[in-house]
């Protein structure tokens, strides 16, 4: 994201899962399922994950940052408490392929929607980040984003919130996907 930008990188990235997933509807072997979900569904579900929101919003906030974290991160969460019933019952009624097909028509589906709707920055339609008062022009950062994110990691394992979200996170995915995700649908 910090290197292509946020339109660019959703917008690939919904067509690489929407391509793996579409594609586990034609597989016939384990190994099938190794390569198209483990490689092309994780790649495109994992270049926007939990850091497009961050991204968001550190690009488009001042004021407000740990709210409209906050926030995108409880929709994440609320999408899969509505969706995932749906898909159960998609699953239960049509079987396992319909759900494939489904979930990758409508990732094809939004990846022109992100690619026409989507700006990298507020600069970029004339507005200054929320809290601002004046528009920032050259909002770009020289330093690599790899290193950015290593040093921010680095600087946050000293941090005892770290490790208390960290904890939090890992009970939460470990019970929503271990749990939740795999024993719905039976």
Partial sequence: MERFGLRRTVSVSLVILAAGVALTSLMWAPWQMMVLWGILVGSGTGMIAVVFGATIAERWFVSHRGLVL???????????????PLVANLSVNF??????????????????????????????????????????????????????????LSRGTRSRDFWLLSGTFFICGASTNGLVGTHLIP
């Fill in 70 to 84: 906050g926030i995108l991160t409880a929709s994440s969460a609320t999408g899969q408490l509505i969706f995932l």
């Fill in 95 to 152: 079987g396992w392929r319909a759900v494939s097909v489904t979930i990758a028509l409508i990732a094809f589906l939004m990846a022109p929607i992100a690619a026409l709707i989507l700006r990298d920055r507020p600069s970029d339609i004339g507005l200054p980040r929320y809290g601002e008062k004046e528009v920032q022009r050259d909002e770009r950062r020289s330093e690599n984003p790899a290193r950015r994110a290593l040093s921010a």
